[in-house]
């Protein structure tokens, strides 16, 4: 099981952009789905998370600006950031909890390599 996160880039502050995650391989369920970003010198912190049925979470960095979404068809999730700011600057990961069994009800952790986003001023 692979994930990939893409759709990072350059981008002025109050821009927009979104990242996508693809998931690859044997995949039976694709349980929550989340998005994390770490900025230089800062650990990594929780940005968003979707779960199967499409509740979500934001921290409260991304909320109001940012929105998650999934498509459970074709195992990929997106983040949609509007009003960009410079301290949106990091690397964005996506990760998700995936079970390869239809008796795994919790599923093992994958994380992506994740995508730079840089906000400019």
């Known amino acids: 099981v692979q994930l990939q996160a893409s759709g990072g880039g350059l981008v002025q502050s109050g821009g927009s952009l979104t990242l996508s995650c693809a998931a690859s391989?044997?995949?039976?369920?694709?349980?929550?789905m989340d998005w994390y970003r770490q900025a230089p010198g800062k650990e990594r912190e929780f940005v968003a998370t979707?779960?199967?049925?499409?509740?979500?979470h934001y921290a409260d960095s991304a909320q109001n600006r940012f929105t998650i979404s999934r498509d459970n068809a074709k195992n990929t999730m997106s983040l949609q950031m509007n009003n960009l700011k410079p301290d949106d600057t990091a690397v964005y990961y996506c990760?998700?909890?995936?079970?390869?069994?239809?008796?795994?009800?919790?599923?093992?952790?994958?994380w992506g390599k994740g995508t730079q986003v840089t906000v400019s001023s």
């Open positions: 391989g044997y995949i039976v369920r694709i349980r929550d």
């Open positions: 979707i779960t199967s049925g499409g509740n979500t």
């Open positions: 990760k998700a909890a995936i079970s390869m069994s239809p008796s795994d009800y919790v599923g093992n952790t994958y």
